[in-house]
């Protein structure tokens, strides 16, 4: 007690400390502590309430934590001794925490000081100043540097960068299929530079953020930066075809790749590997072309990067149309005539006639002669050959189109003369009046001597018979059949035939 010499009151003193004061930490509440103390001795009155206070630690292990943490406080009634929560806290937070008692009179000093105490851990805060960027010559992938997070609530164990495609894609054919998946990197808590971010598709925008991660989990996500990756060469064009051709002219068309992997800047068809034209457009007209040729041609697009990935197409330029012949007149020995069907489909400035090729066999077996050639106007519906070889000459004939082709006469060399416009005639042999007036001079010769013949043989038999007269003997004649056989004469003349009989010196007859 002490004595006031004023109005001779007894007043009180303060309470002096409380005794054995413990702190820790509570487990799953980073905002929190737990505080435990005995009563003061002496008490010096009756106490009312105890406060505790818990201030950041001038020897704070984390400064970034926050330099200004304003006190915590809490006041808690006089018969209170255990355990009380210090709400107000921050997670992971050095604290100097210390408790006073309360009388009527006043607050008592404050117990000895408890130092170092730290809170839980709790999920980090944002990371700071994220900053991603292209990589050159990485098309798949992004360069991304932060700063840790301010208050980190724990220790940093890890980032993890995330970056997923952008709902703002400028191509969004560029992305393969709906649900690309989320990049994701997760790097160790000393690294903060520049982290490469693999597994990205070229030239695609992508939303990146980072987090942080303590043993407790991970935290809130960064601002979220939106960056392009670098350009690459690009996939292969789409739907390559051919969809018109003349003679002399091809025309393809496609459409834009898919996968572009950057700005488009052109197009080059390629003919082998030769490039035979460059184009801006998804259409081109290759001209100067062969006629009835086939072409193996691809088409690949560009990009800053270079030529991508070919498509490939077969294309052809128009066939010269064949003609069939209907009709082959043989005029005269040396001469036909050969009627066809006329090509349709033709304006009359690019049909210009028909050809007709023609040939003997005489040059196939002996190399005589040769191919010869006549040229029909585009109107003509038939052609006379004339001049041909008589004597039976087999020849054959192939009827081909001519065009104006740029400007040019073009036609088609007969590859076989067994096309279908090809014809094969054998010409008549003509009468030969000097072989039909030999024949008729020996026709004349051959008469003559057989009339001499017969004159000569009727002279021989008159002499015979003279001279067997001079004999004494005559020849006569009389019929081999009997009066009897008159019947079988009659039925059968073949049967009836003429004996010589011959008259003796004594003019008996008698029979040869």
């Known amino acids: 007690m002490i004595f006031s010499p004023y109005n001779n009151l007894v007043s009180y ?3 002096s400390s409380p005794l054995a004061l413990s702190v820790s930490t509570v487990p799953g509440s980073p905002n929190q502590l737990s505080a435990s103390w005995s009563s003061p001795i002496p008490k010096n009155g009756i106490i009312i309430a105890y406060t505790v206070y ?8 984390y400064p970034e934590q926050g330099p200004n ?7 808690v009634n006089g018969t209170t001794l255990a355990v009380i929560y210090s709400t107000g806290l921050n997670p992971y937070t050095q604290y100097d925490c210390y408790v006073t008692a309360n009388t009527s009179v006043g607050e008592g000093t404050p117990s000895s000081i408890i130092t170092t105490t730290t809170t839980s851990e709790s999920v980090p805060s944002s990371p700071l100043a994220l900053s991603v960027s292209t990589v050159s010559g990485s098309p798949n992938q992004l360069s991304a540097s932060w700063s840790s997070p301010i208050p980190k609530n724990g220790i940093i164990i890890a980032y993890t960068i995330y970056c997923n495609t952008s709902a703002s894609q400028a191509y969004p054919e560029q992305v393969i299929g709906p649900n690309v998946p989320t990049a994701r990197s997760v790097v160790n808590a000393t690294a903060m530079a520049v982290i490469f971010i693999t597994g990205l598709n070229p030239y695609t925008q992508y939303d990146c953020y980072v987090t942080a991660n303590t043993s407790v989990g991970e935290g809130t996500p960064s601002l979220v930066i939106t960056t392009r990756t670098s350009e690459s060469v690009p996939g292969p ?12 002219t091809l025309t393809l068309t496609w459409l834009h790749p898919v996968v572009p992997n950057g700005v488009i800047m052109g197009y080059q068809v390629l003919l082998g590997s030769m490039v035979i034209y460059n184009s801006s457009t998804t259409q081109v007209v290759l001209s100067g072309l062969t006629v009835a040729m086939n072409y193996n041609l691809s088409v690949v697009a560009l990009t800053a990067k270079g030529s991508g990935q070919p498509a490939y197409v077969q294309a052809a330029t128009a066939t010269i149309p064949q003609v069939t012949v209907t009709l082959l007149q043989v005029l005269s020995t040396t001469a036909v005539r050969l009627h066809w069907n006329t090509a349709v489909g033709l304006s009359q400035n690019i049909l ?16 005589i002669g040769g191919v010869q050639t006549l040229v029909f106007p585009p109107n003509a519906s038939y052609g006379d050959i004339s001049g041909l070889e008589p004597r039976y000459n087999d020849y054959e004939f192939s009827l081909q189109v001519m065009l104006n082709i740029s400007g040019q ?16 005639v054998l010409t008549p042999a003509p009468v030969d009046q000097t ?3 030999t024949i008729t001079a020996l026709g004349a010769t051959l008469a003559t001597l057989v009339v001499v013949l017969l004159i000569l043989l009727v002279v021989a038999v008159i002499v015979t018979i003279l001279v067997m007269r001079r004999k004494g003997q005559t ?17 059968n003349p073949g049967s009836f035939t003429m004996k010589p009989l011959l008259h003796g010196a004594d003019g008996r007859k008698r029979s040869i």
Not at 69 to 75: C, D, K, M, N
Not at 475 to 491: E, G, R
């Open 69 to 75: 943490v304003p006190t915590a406080r809490s006041v």
């Open 54 to 61: 818990c201030n950041t630690s001038t020897s704070q292990a």
């Open 475 to 491: 020849v006569a004649y009389k019929p081999s059949c009997s009066i009897n056989d008159s019947q079988n004469v009659i039925a």
């Open 13 to 15: 003193p303060v309470p």
């Open 352 to 367: 210009l006639g028909y050809v007709l090729f023609y040939r003997s066999k005489l040059y196939l077996k002996r190399q």
């Open 237 to 248: 064009v789409n739907s390559l075809k051919q969809i018109s051709n003349t003679f002399t």
């Open 435 to 437: 072989s039909h007036t």
């Open 409 to 424: 006469p073009v036609v088609n060399q007969p590859q076989s003369y067994a096309a279908a416009t090809s014809l094969m």
